[in-house]
């Protein structure tokens, strides 16, 4: 069954008679028997909440891939009270960590010696595949920049807001655009609530047009909202630029110019960093960590003024 043929003979009749057996009773081979010899179980988990959006499609593509080079890939159904970073009761040969927070989330399996590759995550166990975030607010800044923005604020106020922590993907954007402002010799503008939104959405929008960077899709859809209750429309005197491209992105009025992160491709790459570790002989030393970063791409939509020549 296995396709073995060093040093295991057995008449092709016979071998014949046992293929058709397994395929009139459907066999398949249980991983967790073959495990007890192979002494590796071929199961990947997937750790962290399984119910973001955003990541969903980098978790696809890497499943597709671990599925390909023929691993299992599984994950825990938690409760509301557990982490869900806990690694699941069974044996696994790795993991793949959806945005972990702390090296704690993952310090059990480094010290089990499980190799773990995160996915947007800032810590400093295993290899690590993160959106660029840097290259992100730069995409958006220049957009709005070539849309006559001289002047552009930045906004994080969407349900999840909460203040930055260092390291965090919210403080590498924010740092990006200050660092942009300060090349350009303008002031930074941080919007954190609704109301900092009313306030300089008023004081921009009084002398000339707003152009807004807004760090996620939630940010975007209440400036929009609070725009259109103070008569401000976009994106005929505010522009806005978000920091991801979820479905409602497009469904907006108007529709949200995005910076897209390459979701699929990050979810192919952390999958390859594991096999790679994962294949490795078991002597060999330890490599270092691996750290990619991958920039996304511009998406023009309704939510930007025309680009000025020139």
């Given at each position: 069954?296995?396709?073995?043929?060093?040093?295991?003979?057995?008449?092709?009749?016979?071998?014949?008679?046992?293929?058709?057996?397994?395929?009139?009773?459907?066999?398949?081979?249980?991983?967790?028997?073959?495990?007890?010899?192979?002494?590796?179980?071929?199961?990947?988990?997937?750790?962290?909440?399984?119910r973001n959006e955003e990541m969903d499609a980098a978790v696809r593509a890497a499943v597709r891939v671990l599925n390909d080079a023929g691993k299992h890939v599984c994950t825990s159904f938690l409760d509301p009270?557990?982490?869900?970073?806990?690694?699941?009761?069974?044996?696994?040969?790795?993991?793949?960590?959806?945005?972990?927070?702390?090296?704690?989330?993952?310090?059990?399996?480094?010290?089990?010696?499980?190799?773990?590759?995160?996915?947007?995550?800032?810590?400093?166990?295993?290899?690590?595949?993160?959106?660029?975030?840097?290259?992100?607010?730069?995409?958006?800044?220049?957009?709005?920049?070539?849309?006559?923005?001289?002047?552009?604020?930045?906004?994080?106020?969407?349900?999840?807001?909460?203040?930055?922590?260092?390291?965090?993907?919210?403080?590498e954007r924010h740092d990006a655009y200050a660092s942009l402002c300060e090349a350009r010799a303008s002031v930074p503008v941080s919007i954190a609530s609704e109301r900092d939104a009313a306030r300089v959405l008023?004081?921009?929008?009084?002398?000339?047009?707003?152009?807004?960077?807004?760090?996620?899709?939630?940010?975007?859809?209440?400036?929009?909202?609070?725009?259109?209750?103070?008569?401000?429309?976009?994106?005929?005197?505010?522009?806005?630029?978000?920091?991801?491209?979820?479905?409602?992105?497009?469904?907006?009025?108007?529709?949200?110019?995005?910076?897209?992160?390459?979701?699929?491709?990050?979810?192919?790459?952390?999958?390859?960093?594991?096999?790679?570790?994962?294949?490795?002989?078991?002597?060999?030393?330890?490599?270092?960590?691996?750290?990619?970063?991958?920039?996304?791409?511009?998406?023009?939509?309704?939510?930007?003024?025309?680009?000025?020549?020139?």
């Amino acid at each position: 069954m296995n396709g073995y043929t060093r040093n295991f003979r057995v008449r092709p009749e016979v071998r014949q008679r046992v293929i058709d057996a397994a395929i009139e009773l459907k066999y398949k081979p249980n991983p967790m028997v073959r495990s007890i010899a192979a002494k590796q179980t071929n199961i990947v988990a997937i750790l962290g909440s399984m119910r973001n959006e955003e990541m969903d499609a980098a978790v696809r593509a890497a499943v597709r891939v671990l599925n390909d080079a023929g691993k299992h890939v599984c994950t825990s159904f938690l409760d509301p009270e557990t982490s869900a970073f806990v690694e699941p009761s069974w044996r696994v040969d790795g993991a793949i960590a959806i945005r972990p927070d702390s090296d704690e989330t993952l310090r059990a399996l480094a010290d089990r010696g499980v190799p773990c590759v995160s996915i947007d995550g800032r810590v400093g166990i295993g290899d690590s595949v993160c959106i660029d975030e840097d290259a992100g607010v730069r995409l958006a800044f220049e957009r709005l920049h070539a849309g006559g923005h001289d002047s552009i604020v930045y906004a994080s106020l969407g349900e999840e807001w909460k203040p930055r922590t260092r390291g965090s993907a919210e403080d590498e954007r924010h740092d990006a655009y200050a660092s942009l402002c300060e090349a350009r010799a303008s002031v930074p503008v941080s919007i954190a609530s609704e109301r900092d939104a009313a306030r300089v959405l008023g004081e921009v929008c009084a002398h000339d047009d707003a152009g807004v960077i807004a760090a996620d899709s939630p940010s975007a859809m209440r400036l929009l909202q609070i725009a259109d209750r103070l008569g401000i429309r976009s994106p005929d005197r505010l522009s806005i630029v978000c920091l991801g491209d979820p479905e409602m992105a497009s469904l907006a009025t108007p529709a949200l110019t995005c910076v897209r992160p390459p979701l699929e491709e990050i979810g192919r790459v952390a999958a390859g960093l594991l096999l790679e570790r994962l294949s490795a002989p078991a002597d060999s030393p330890p490599a270092e960590a691996r750290r990619e970063r991958l920039a996304g791409v511009l998406v023009e939509r309704d939510s930007t003024l025309a680009m000025q020549p020139g």
